[in-house]
């Protein structure tokens, strides 16, 4: 599988700007279905950046367009937010314990 570098921006039509995250319509949707994402491996690290406007995620997948489809069904896809990019990401340094 590869590794992705993927910018989202908290921008969509329905992203209430000052509301806290976890009070935007429709969280607790988005929150569950990005919990599967991590359980199922699909998202390694992820999180808003310093600006609260972007967040990012490292995903593994075998292509871009599958990083594209799945977070597509994700609830809050274009609606609260909405993918900026989706960069190949060649790792050289990795500290993670391989099982």
Avoid: C, N, Y
């Avoid at 607790?28 to 279905?33: D, P």
């Avoid at 609260?52 to 896809?77: G, I, K, M, N």
């Amino acid at each position: 599988m590869a590794i992705f570098h993927v910018v989202v921006h908290r921008s969509g039509s329905d992203w209430k700007q000052g509301v806290p995250l976890e009070e935007q319509s429709g969280w607790e949707a988005h929150a569950e279905f990005m919990d599967g994402l991590v359980d199922q491996g699909f998202i390694v690290l992820g999180g808003p950046l310093s600006d609260e406007f972007r967040v990012v995620h490292v995903v593994e997948a075998a292509s871009e367009q599958d990083v594209r489809s799945t977070l597509a069904r994700d609830p809050w896809s274009e609606t609260h937010l909405q993918i900026a990019a989706v960069e190949p990401w060649t790792l050289r340094l990795d500290a993670r314990q391989t099982a």
